[in-house]
């Protein structure tokens, strides 16, 4: 993670607002759809933008379409979450401060999916702006985004698309900064608005709810991976099964632990409680 040596201006920073879209509320049992961010500094008017619909591989559910708009035909072709979040990441940069409405949402979401592909987290500061909120403008009905915009009185434009929702992340954060002097970074961090965008602080507590037993399949199945293997396993969902998966991910979210993995039956991806999971034999051939 990036640490400042001192306790630096907000002008100083670089921060980058962002937003997702998705098929659902679950980090792991739903996908991205949509992912956008906007790269500025306070007091400049010029920002950068990336933005990108992704291909969530799944059909998008119908009620989940009213509320932001995205359809499957929108999303045919466009990028996987693989290389959209890693794109993303890249742009984004290790010295940015990154941020978002409600911000462990959308944290988790590219957290989760940054570990289904494989690929290292970023170490960067998160400020939630939804938590700014709920501190100073106590007296709104309510601290949605755009609650929190027309307070401001700025553009409204769309919401739920996840560029217009990280440019009015960006107008809040600049507004309430200067609404309620906060200037230097510990104006952020004294008052818990700040958190770290690192996946790997909550692997302890998330092994930590596991059996000895279920721990040793962890084990089994980080070696499977590490060879690039199939394996058989015995599951136990709604009903008991046998299934041969080539496991792909270990992943963790919310204190429980899932495996992804490439279902031979099913041939699909699907994911798996790894505590659900009562055995694993490794197998010398590939699906």
Known sequence: MVQFDSNPGLHELEFVAFDVETTGLSPV???LVELSGVKFKLGEEKF????????????IPAQVTAIHGITDEMVEGAPTFKEACIDFVNWS?????MMAHNAPFDVEFLRVNLARAGAPCP?????????????FLRETKNHQLKTVVEHFN???GDYHRALADSIHVQGVFKCMSKEY?????????????????????????????????????VESIREVISNSASMRMEYQGMYKST??????????????????????????????????????QALTSQL
């Not at 950068?48 to 059909?59: A, H, K, M, R, Y």
């Not at 940069?93 to 401060?97: I, L, M, N, Q």
């Not at 952020?188 to 721990?215: C, H, K, P, Q």
């Open 29 to 31: 049992a739903n996908r």
């Open 48 to 59: 950068e933008t990336f933005s990108t619909l992704i291909d969530p591989e799944v059909s």
């Open 93 to 97: 940069g290790a010295d940015a401060v």
């Open 123 to 135: 170490r960067n500061y998160v400020v939630d702006t939804l938590t700014i909120s709920r501190e």
């Open 154 to 156: 700025l553009p409204a």
């Open 181 to 217: 002097q906060l200037s230097r970074w510990e104006d952020l961090t004294v008052n818990g608005f700040v958190s770290a965008f690192d996946y790997d602080r909550f692997a302890e507590s998330s092994m930590a709810s596991l059996s000895e037993r279920t721990i040793e399949i």
């Open 243 to 280: 299934r041969t998966v080539q496991p792909t991910a270990l992943i963790h979210s919310r204190g429980n632990m899932y495996l992804t993995a490439f279902c031979k039956r099913a041939q699909a991806e699907r994911t798996f409680r790894v505590d659900k999971i009562s055995k694993v």
